[in-house]
């Protein structure tokens, strides 16, 4: 797993073997921070990032200088390796929460720039994911919520879908 670009581009870092992770692909990855920086100043964004996994993408919104990165991610092991990095790489802007997705989109206050969401791709109630983060005024004005998910998913005809963009096995459904 690699970062991509910004400040620690090319950086090469080793998740634990092991993890019960399904990390972005390094193509998939660089195709939507394309995308990503078409439309905003990747500067001084701020992130949430959930079902963080290993952790890169945020690392790569961090690296990119987002003012914010906040994962949420569940299981320990995956906890210990994004707090080890964010240690060894000295992200200040980088937040971690361990718990349950939905527990913390109770949370209500929380605004950002950009939401991104990869939730294991056989999860139940990842086609409310879109509902949870639009309704419960997550986004900033103008902010995007992208949702990673396989193909059993269709999220073409959302009120609120901007586009969906398809890297092999990766899909994208971003809404506004």
Same mark, same amino acid.
Not at 36 to 62: K, Y
């Given at each position: 797993?690699?970062?991509?670009? !910004?400040?620690?581009?090319?950086k090469?870092?080793?998740?634990?073997?092991?993890?019960?992770?399904?990390?972005?692909?390094?193509?998939?990855?660089?195709?939507?921070? /394309?995308l990503?920086? /078409?439309?905003?100043?990747?500067? !001084?964004?701020?992130?949430?990032?959930?079902?963080?996994?290993?952790?890169?993408?945020?690392?790569?919104?961090?690296s990119r200088?987002?003012?914010?990165?906040?994962?949420?991610?569940?299981?320990?092991?995956?906890?210990?390796?994004?707090?080890?990095?964010?240690?060894?790489?000295?992200?200040?802007?980088?937040?971690?929460?361990?718990? /349950?997705?939905?527990?913390?989109?109770?949370?209500?206050?929380?605004?950002?720039?950009?939401?991104?969401?990869?939730?294991?791709?056989?999860?139940?109630g990842?086609?409310?994911?879109?509902?949870?983060?639009?309704?419960?005024?997550?986004?900033?004005?103008?902010g995007?919520?992208?949702?990673?998910?396989?193909?059993?998913?269709?999220?073409?005809?959302?009120?609120?879908?901007?586009?969906?963009?398809?890297? !092999?096995?990766?899909?994208?459904?971003?809404?506004?």
């Open positions: 797993m690699r970062i991509i670009s !910004g400040k620690y581009r090319g090469i870092l080793h998740p634990p073997s092991g993890l019960r992770v399904r990390p972005t692909t390094d193509f998939a990855r660089e195709a939507l921070f /394309n990503l920086s /078409n439309h905003f100043d990747l500067s !001084g964004l701020e992130v949430l990032d959930l079902f963080s996994g290993t952790g890169s993408i945020g690392f790569e919104f961090a200088g987002a003012a914010l990165v906040q994962m949420v991610e569940q299981r320990d092991a995956q906890i210990r390796f994004i707090r080890k990095t964010i240690s060894e790489l000295r992200l200040e802007t980088c937040r971690v929460y361990q718990g /349950n997705v939905f527990l913390f989109l109770r949370k209500k206050g929380l605004r950002y720039d950009v939401v991104f969401a990869d939730p294991p791709y056989d999860m139940e990842i086609d409310q994911l879109p509902k949870r983060i639009l309704e419960g005024d997550f986004l900033k004005p103008g995007w919520f992208v949702l990673e998910h396989g193909r059993k998913y269709a999220f073409d005809s959302h009120p609120r879908i901007r586009e969906c963009r398809k890297y !092999g096995s990766v899909h994208f459904s971003i809404f506004e």
